[in-house]
């Protein structure tokens, strides 16, 4: 046979390298049947019999007994089946067994080709079945290579890629290190399976803390949303089915163990650990802690909301870079706007002095408007009839010629603005002007200055010669 003692070959690789050994016995009986027909001929009906104790395998090709041959390689006739069955009529198919050796060298090494292909197929298809279960799963690998600021990972089975944007600021790695690793996808390619790996990604934080916090793996703490700025500071919102258990705390762990194991391996990574609420607006309040709210205005319509906070707190609030609002934003799933109160009082202020330019608007109007979402004139000129009408209770005429008078003082004041946008233009192109005389008018006296000198200097020449 081409290959000896194919049984124990086909226990090794199906014990190396994962395969199934049912997929390598198919793949061999492919190898065979692709011999047998270049030996043969392409219409041959060739079948492969394996034994699974002794490892032997039998080839068989049938033919069909006919009175005219006119396909030699699938078919024979009457008096050349009696050879193989006396018994043998029209129309049987008769399975004559071949030795393998009669397939040649170059058969064989078909083959042999066939089954080396078809194995790494299948070594391939072992990788990403055994991997793709393990997607959104963290792994532990040791670093083996650096390509173009790529890490390869060699996870034992295979090889995993952690690609310069998923690798954590400020991290150095040396060849044999071994390191921890979010699986971010598992690609299937024709080079086979392709295995991402992310350092950076929010899911990475909460598979850390599963490993870290028994309640989370249990389900009795569950973890609603992470949001990350690698390296710097990161942001994770829990909540508990338990009322006797805090979330909060059972992430923190005694004396803090439980979150600073995770901080390690994050090299320092800030860790702010937010409890949930199903109220958005005490949610976005436990999200920007440790600053202190004052008042928060949801705009549902858009998922927006604007947070105002005590001055002292604005730049907690805020954080450096912005980083404490942006963080909220992500876990809360809403855009915030962060102002300090002084701010929104000025705010306040120059709305209700806006709609009070209307003759019919006083203080309690403008306040109902403000409180409703018409801060300005321009938001009166734009609104819907019946949307003020439901806020102020009078009649749609009112609200109409409300309208209509936000319209025209606008025009007024846009009138007024081009006005002085002129005037303050031809102050400026006077200016320009001026400038211009003054240096024109210094040119002409350096120039005077200039011709003064030389005529004194000549006089002083003419006098020297005499």
């Known amino acids: ?32 049947i692709s011999a047998a027909r270049k030996k043969i001929g392409p219409r041959a009906d060739i079948e492969v019999h394996y034994d699974d104790k002794s490892g032997d395998v039998e080839v068989f090709h049938f033919k069909e007994v006919v009175e005219t041959v006119e396909y030699p390689d699938g078919e024979l006739t009457l008096k050349e089946g009696y050879e193989y069955d006396p018994e043998c009529e029209i129309g049987d198919s008769l399975g004559i067994r071949i030795d393998m050796e009669d397939f040649g060298r170059i ?21 990403y079945e055994n991997f793709i279960h393990k997607k959104g799963k963290i792994l532990n690998g040791i670093v083996q290579r650096f390509d173009r600021g790529s890490i390869i990972v060699n996870l034992g089975q295979a090889e995993a890629v952690l690609r310069p944007r998923e ?26 399976a392709q295995i991402i790996l992310s350092r950076t990604h929010p899911a990475f934080l909460m598979e850390l803390f599963k490993t870290e916090v028994p309640e989370v793996s249990e389900g009795i703490v569950t973890m609603r949303g992470a949001a990350r700025v690698p390296g710097v500071r990161a942001k994770i919102a829990v909540s508990s089915s338990d009322s006797d258990v805090d979330p909060v705390g059972a992430c923190v762990g005694m004396k803090g163990n439980r979150v600073q194991n995770i901080v390690q391996e994050l090299r320092g990574e800030k860790i702010d650990i937010v409890q949930w609420n199903p109220d958005i607006a005490k949610f976005v309040c436990n999200a920007l802690s440790p600053a ?21 707190y604005l730049s907690i609030a805020i954080g450096k870079g912005g980083q404490n609002v942006s963080l909220a934003c992500e876990i809360t799933g809403w855009h915030l706007e962060v102002t ?53 209770e009078i009649s749609e005429e009112e609200v109409a010629g409300l309208i209509e008078e936000a319209k025209v003082i606008l025009e ?45 200097q000549k006089d002083e020449s003419e006098t020297e010669e005499e």
């Open 340 to 392: 300090s109160e002084e701010e929104y009082s000025r705010e306040v202020k120059a709305g209700y002095d806006d709609l009070m330019k209307l003759s019919k608007v006083g203080l309690p109007m403008a306040e109902a408007l403000f409180k409703s979402g018409y801060a300005s004139l321009l938001d009166i000129s734009e609104a819907v009839t019946e949307d003020i009408c439901a806020i102020m």
């Open 292 to 312: 202190e709210i004052v008042r928060v205005i949801i705009d549902e319509d858009n998922q927006s909301m604007e947070v105002i906070v005590n001055d002292e």
């Open 107 to 127: 058969a064989a090494q078909s083959a042999k080709q066939v089954i080396i292909q078809k194995m790494r197929e299948a070594e391939r298809n072992a990788v």
């Open 167 to 192: 690798q954590m600021p400020k991290e150095n790695y040396k060849r044999g290190d071994r390191i921890r690793a979010f699986v971010l996808d598992v690609l299937e390619e024709s080079k086979g």
């Open 1 to 32: 046979m081409f290959i000896s003692d194919i049984k124990r070959v086909i226990d090794q690789v199906s014990r190396e390298k994962g395969i199934d050994s049912e997929i390598l016995i198919t793949t061999l009986k492919e190898a065979i």
């Open 412 to 456: 007024e004041e846009r009138k007024e603005e081009e006005r002085k946008e002129e005037e303050r233009k031809e102050e400026e192109r006077k200016e320009e002007e001026r400038k211009e005389l003054e240096e024109d008018s210094q040119k002409d006296d350096s120039q005077k200055d200039d011709s003064q000198k030389d005529d004194s």
